[in-house]
Structure formats: structure tokens, C-alpha cells
């Protein structure tokens, strides 16, 4: 039987490539324009070829924020994913306490960015926060305005709570999906609690993980509104990641070129480590 | 048509380049359809993936030589192209 090819359902897609192209495309070959231009104003600019890519390339303060942006996404997954499936592995597996358990795992997600930040503002403060507070009547010299390790202890405990609960519930979707049956095996084998966890609750988890480990990269390494609210990028620049360094740029000094120029790397970063992600993803699916 | 949004005459260039490039697949594409399949890369791939792959190894070279030399981005774009020639014929 001959099948015929018809491909004019495509043409459904049209309205949203022509909305992807207003709202993304055209945006970026904007961005693109700008970053080889230099503007004082409207009507005003000076076309200047690669000089913004190579001001900004061995720009210090750049540097500076995309080691700090790498340590931190580095620290987050290296905290959070292992965090997260111990805790999916300490749920319950069903019943009233699995759902309590759930929704309590789940509040944190459903607070917005900069009430996170708010929250963790006035909890560590040292006079009325009860975190601070505490910590300094306990005799630990604890003050997030003003110390460096403090303040990033501070901001990844802030990220651990508010994120850590996304790859908790990812993982305890992988876990109940496994079925009963491999448990029993395990069990006829006289498997230790180990070797079930790691020849097949881990395997089994792979591709959530994979997933897993790509939101929480992404989410991240374009962080903004928790530390800007927590610390201000103090104290100094320390906790001032890539995506405050580029807005203090792009707005409070209107430095568009410079800016453009450096959010194409830093698109260019994103692109590269979500391509990889993606073909790993695609690739595990292809062996399964 | 230019002038609109201060678009300059080189980007116009560069992105007149990637949609011809972009077409010129699409044509080859339904001319001659092509298979995923290995080569040097670890991966399998299609011939978008090569091309995509090149094309983003082009934006880092082009990068690295900014960074770190002073010598001409026309070296860069000589050293992307043969790159692209390598990856999509054998890669």
C-alpha cells in the first residue's frame, strides 16, 4: 500500500512561528544589531564591529560574575539533586500521609521569586530574623550583609529550600513508577538496601534525573530575584550573578552595546549546555 | 529598510547568510533526505544536527580568537568554514 504524504498540517503551526518570530526571533536579531553598535539615543549610534565582544570577553568584572554564576549552579546541583532523592526516598509511598507529604513538599515552589527573597530577608536577619537571631545567640558570628561566606550560605540555603522540593517530587514520580515486581526480585536475591538503591532505583531514575538536573542548571544559572532581594549582590559584588551583572548594565548605566554583546555569551552558554542536556535526554530515550 | 530599528549593513549580512544557509538545507533536505548515522562524533546524527553543531562551533571560535588574539576575524571565519566542511561531510 502506497501511503500519501500530506504535509499541509503544517500550516497550523504558522500562527505560532509568526508569534515566536515577534516575540523571540526579532528580539534577539535585535539584540544581535545593538551588540555591534554603539547608542547614546535614538538616531544616535555608532556602528563599532567587535568591539563590545572584546571589551566584554576580557572584562574582569564579567569574568568574575560567570565564575561566581558556575560555582553557584555547581553548588546548587551538587546540594539539591543528591537532597532531593533522599528526601523522595524518605516519603511515604501512598496513602493520607503520601498526599500531606506532598503538598507540604510543595509549598516552597508555590511562593513567588521575590517573596522567597523577602522571606529569607528578614528570617536571617541577626535582631529580628529568628534564623540570624538565633545562630548569633548560639555564639556563631553570623551576618549576611556583611560577611562573604555568610551571605552565600545564606543565598544557597535560601535556593536549596525553594528548589529542592522540585527535584524531591520529580524523583518520587521516577520512584512510583517502578514496578512492584523488580522490588520483589530484589527481595528473593536477599538485595541490601544499598544495592536495591543503586542497581535499581537509580538506574530507573536516570532520565528523570537528567531532567531534574537540567531545570534546576537552567533555573539557576538565569537566577535574578532572590539573591537581588536576599543581598543586593553584596557584600561587595560577591553574590552578584551573571544575570544582575548584565541588568545593572543593560538599565542603570544604559550601556546597550556592551550589554547586547555580553547576553549573546551568556545566550551562547545557556544554548551549548541545553543542547547537551537535550541530546542526552534524547539519546537515553533512543536506548531505552 | 535598513535604516529601521538602526539595523546595520553587516548584520544584515550575517543573518542573510544563516537564512540562505538555512534554505539552501531545507531544499537539499527535501532534494535529498538524509539519514541519522556516525561518524567522528560520539553521537548519532542528522545533517541539521551537523549543521547546527557547526554553526555554534563557528559563534566559540570566533569568540576564542577574539579573547585571547589579535589577528583577524576573517582567520576565524576561514578556520570556522573548514571546521563546518569537516563536521557536516565526516562528522
Partial sequence: ?????????????????????FSALI??????????????????????????????????????????????????????????IGVALMMPKS?????????????????????????????????????????????FD?????????????????????????VALLCYSGLRAIPEAFYQAAEIDRASKWAVF?????????????????????DSFMIYTEPFVLTGGGPGSSTTFLSQTLTTMAIKQFDLGRASAFSLIYFL????ISWLFFTAITQDDKEQ | MIDWMNWTPTVVIFFAVIASILAFMTVYEIVSPCRERKGFLPIETTR?????????????????????????????LAVSVAWAAVLLRWG
Fill in chain 1, 198 to 218: 543503586r542497581y535499581i532505583q537509580l538506574p530507573r531514575l536516570k532520565s528523570v534525573l537528567i531532567i531534574a538536573v537540567l531545570l534546576r542548571f537552567m
Fill in chain 1, 142 to 166: 553570623y551576618n549576611y550583609t556583611g560577611n562573604t561566606v555568610d551571605a552565600w550560605l545564606t543565598v544557597l540555603l535560601m535556593d536549596v529550600w525553594h528548589w529542592t522540593p522540585l
Fill in chain 1, 27 to 84: 528580539p534577539l536579531m535585535t539584540v544581535v544589531n545593538y551588540s555591534v553598535q554603539d547608542i547614546f539615543g535614538p538616531g544616535q549610534t555608532f556602528f563599532v564591529g567587535t568591539e563590545w565582544f572584546k571589551g566584554v570577553l576580557g572584562d574582569e568584572r564579567l569574568q568574575d560574575s560567570l565564575i561566581r554564576q558556575f560555582m553557584f549552579s555547581g553548588a546548587v546541583l551538587l546540594i539539591q539533586i543528591p537532597f532531593g
Fill in chain 2, 48 to 76: 541539521g544536527d551537523r549543521l547546527f553543531i557547526s554553526l555554534l562551533s563557528t559563534a566559540y571560535i570566533h569568540l576564542t580568537f577574539l579573547a585571547i588574539s589579535d589577528v583577524s576575524l576573517w582567520v576565524a
Fill in chain 1, 269 to 272: 552558554i545557556v544554548l551549548v
Fill in chain 1, 1 to 21: 500500500m502506497k501511503k500519501i504524504h500530506n504535509n499541509r498540517a503544517w500550516w497550523l503551526v504558522l500562527p505560532v512561528f509568526l508569534l515566536v518570530a
Fill in chain 1, 95 to 139: 496513602g493520607i500521609k503520601g498526599s500531606l507529604c506532598l503538598i507540604l513538599i510543595a509549598i516552597p515552589l508555590l511562593i513567588p521569586w521575590n517573596v522567597v527573597g523577602t522571606i529569607w530577608q528578614v528570617f536571617a536577619r541577626g535582631d529580628i530574623g529568628l534564623f540570624g537571631w538565633g545562630l548569633n545567640e548560639l555564639g
